[in-house]
Structure formats: C-alpha cells, structure tokens
C-alpha cells in the first residue's frame, strides 16, 4: 500500500510513502508494520510510519523514537555504520545548535513533536545511542565551537554525550601532538553524563555553569605509515590514541553566548519534561516473539526512570556505570512515557 501526500510550497510537490500499519498498542510502546525496517536512511518511510502513528495518537509527545525489529543484532543494518539517528522537525529556540525550522506537519505533527530517532536495535534505547540522540534537539547543524565533526564536539574538552574528552585527561606530547584519555571526537565510548555545555544549551543549566572549554580546532588524529594496507592511529606510552593540531582555542561561555545569542527561552523558563512515545516496527516475515517487546518494554522503563538505574542491572549488564535520561540530566530533566493508551484518538 502507497500513502499520497502533497505539499505546497511555493509550488507542488508529491510524495509516494511507504505503507505502514498499527498492529498492536501496548503499555509504553506501539507495534508496527511495514514492508522494511529501512526507516534510518529512508526519510519517506520515517513520515509513512510517523503519520500513521498520528491517525491513532493525539499530537502530545516530543519525541517519537523509532526501534527497528532486528532479531539478529545486525549492527549495520542500514549499511551506514550508524546505530541511531535523530531527525530534527521542529525547533523555537534560539541560542543553541540548531536552526529554528518547522517541518511536523510533514510527519504528521500540527504543533507538538520536536524530532524523531532511529535505533537499529532495541539494546540502543539503553546504552550510550538514545542520550546521544536526544542531545542532536539543542545541537546538530549550526557551529557552537569550531569542531572538524560537523554536530559534534571534535577535539575538545566538552567531554559530551556528542563527543570531546575530560580537560583533566589531556596531555601535550609536543610539536602539536596531544592525547587525552580513551576518547572519540563525535561520541561517548563511555557512559557519562551530559556536559555543562550541553545541559546549558537544553536549557537545564545557567550559563555561569560552564566552565571554559579547550578547542583543537583543525584537530585529527595521527596517522601511521601504511603497514599492509592499512594506517592506523598512533598512540602515546600510555596506549591512548594521538591527534595533531595546529590552531587551539579557548571558547568561554561568554564567547558561545556571543556567537549564538541568549538561549531563549532561558534555563529558567525551558521545558525539562518530556513525553516520548516508542514505536517498535517490523516487517512481518521474520519471527517476533514476545520476550523481545518485553525486554524492549524494559529497557523503556529503565531509560525513563526518575531515578537511578538499579546495582542489580549494572550487575547484569557487566558495567560500572550505566546512566539513564534522569541521571544523565542531574535529575533536572525527565522522560515520561506512561499511560500512553489515554492518548488514543
């Protein structure tokens, strides 16, 4: 089945959308079908299966979250190498890393919904990929430091969610050569929390809590010479990876501020509840069983917990740390995602 959709802008465009359907309406999540599970690099497919949750849900939630049925814990599922994405559809803010704009109607949204993530694989909701996500609402296409990974924070000491180190960790080894830690320019290795940066420009901060931030700003890493092949990543006495630069900055939030203007609304007035909504799709052929919306159920709960997430399932998971949306905010910020049938048209 096709779903038409024209738009006027200027002048006609049509759309041809993928079919998708409700199958089932649970707790916390809604269960959908649709010919692929493609939805992370296929935009038409993201509206189809968004504006079909619209024709049964009322326009109240912030966020969809779309989770792929992949049974075979296929990482690269899509073929692009990435395990989440995040679609920003709607933004009033100003003074932060993204552009205002307004495109939900397309998704099916007259008002509410701010962005749509895609995660590859269920285990995404609760490891480092859906705090990622959620951070692309306040930063992805407009500069807030200078940085050489377009949305995020390169070779710097925000030390985020969006990538960058602890200033602590860094190490000048000399003739424009440093380390800094086990770290990567565009995401988390580790769990952590968010950053002062980041908590500021979500609004759940004040400015005069950010501390100054250290900026490589031509910043990658060194190379080694071709052995078989291949080049590799240099790395120092202690075995962390070595980056090269040349022009470093000190960005204060005074500079950002400038560079920006006044985030707007302040933290003082910024929304810091959320209402998501989780959308579990499938294609129908392969095999769903029910311990898999259930520990996808689960892994809901845990990510949206107004506390912290339990010793016992650190324990099972073999981490140290594991930080839910509360945690990963100091408690400001909150997700909720309960009574979710009471939305129902």
């Known amino acids: 089945m096709l ?3 024209a738009l006027v802008s200027g002048c006609g465009y049509r759309y041809f959308l993928p079919g998708a359907s409700v199958t089932q309406h649970l707790e916390n999540l809604v269960v959908m079908e649709t010919s692929k599970t493609d939805f992370g690099p296929n935009m038409t ?9 619209y024709r049964h849900y009322e326009d109240e939630f912030d966020v969809l ?7 075979e814990y296929i990482e690269d599922l899509w073929g692009d190498g990435y395990s989440g994405r995040m679609k920003v559809v709607r933004n009033a803010v100003a003074g932060i890393g993204v552009e205002t704009l307004d495109i939900g109607n397309l998704f099916g949204s007259e008002h509410r919904l701010k962005g749509v993530v895609r995660l590859v694989h269920p285990k995404h909701v609760f490891d480092e990929t859906l705090l990622h996500e959620l951070m692309h609402l306040w930063k992805s296409d407009l500069d807030v430091i200078p940085s050489t990974e377009q949305g995020h924070w390169g070779f710097s000491s ?12 860094l190490r000048s080894l000399g003739d424009g050569k440093y380390s800094a830690g086990n770290f990567a320019p565009q995401r988390a290795l580790e769990s952590v929390p968010y950053s ?4 500021y420009l979500a609004g759940w901060i004040p400015p005069s809590e950010v501390s100054d931030i250290w900026v490589a700003e031509d910043g990658s890493w060194l190379m080694s010479k071709w052995i078989k092949g291949r080049r590799y990543v240099q790395k120092d006495a202690e075995g962390n990876r070595v ?7 000190t960005w204060t939030i005074e500079r950002i501020v400038d560079k920006l203007g006044p985030r707007s609304p302040s933290f003082e007035h910024s929304q810091k509840e959320f209402r998501v909504a ?3 799709v499938t294609t129908g052929r392969a095999p769903r069983e029910e311990l898999e919306l259930a520990s996808t159920e689960f892994y809901i709960r845990q990510f949206t917990k107004k506390g912290p997430v339990s010793t016992w399932l650190k324990g099972v998971l073999k981490v140290d740390s594991r930080y839910n949306f509360w945690e990963a905010t100091r408690g400001i910020a909150s997700i909720e995602t309960g009574d979710l049938q009471s939305f129902r048209h």
């Not at 030390?159 to 180190?165: A, I, P, R």
């Open 158 to 169: 925000v030390g985020g969610q969006l990538g960058g180190f602890q200033l602590d960790d």
């Open 243 to 249: 980056f090269k630069a040349r022009k470093i900055s």
């Open 3 to 5: 779903i038409f959709v």
């Open 65 to 71: 979250v779309l989770i792929a049925h992949n049974p």
């Open 196 to 199: 002062p940066l980041e908590m």
């Open 278 to 280: 989780f959308v579990y």
């Open 45 to 53: 497919r993201t509206i189809s299966i968004c504006r079909e949750f």
